[in-house]
């Protein structure tokens, strides 16, 4: 059973059952822009237009069309310059949330961290040292 939620796009209450993120109305329009966007990606033409290019020919949401790349609809393997903004700078990026720069900072980040919390466990380490008492 689903449950109750407002219709992101106008508003209207609809049944969420996981499927669909908008109700029926909203998704019987994006499927229709979908169409559209297709019909002037499927030209050799536009193949290699960005999504500036797309939103000004076809009018398509650019958000519209980051959820069909993001969702595998618009694969970027086909259309080159297509991509979804990275979670944290913004870049287009075609894999994961994260772009392949901030992916790497994340990773040296980890990094060092990881290194620096071994380092304070070898201090801790050495500190605990056996003491010695000349009790006779």
């Known amino acids: 059973m689903g449950e109750l939620k407002n219709c992101p796009s106008c508003g209207d209450f609809f049944n969420y059952t996981g499927i669909r993120d908008v109700c029926a109305k909203c998704a019987q ?7 559209e966007v297709y019909k002037f990606l499927r ?12 939103v000004e020919v076809t009018g398509v949401n650019e958000d519209l069309l980051y959820k069909w790349v993001r969702k595998g609809r618009l694969q970027p393997a086909l259309f080159p310059n297509l991509g979804y903004p990275c979670d944290n700078c913004g870049k287009l990026t075609n894999s994961g949330k994260l772009c392949q720069n901030c992916t790497n900072d994340l990773k040296r980040d980890l990094n060092q961290f990881d290194a620096a919390q071994n380092f304070r466990e070898a201090i801790k380490q050495n500190e605990k040292g056996t003491y010695h008492s000349d009790r006779k």
């Open 29 to 35: 329009d994006e499927e229709r822009q979908y169409e």
């Open 43 to 54: 030209k050799r033409e536009n193949r290699a237009a960005n999504v500036e290019r797309i």
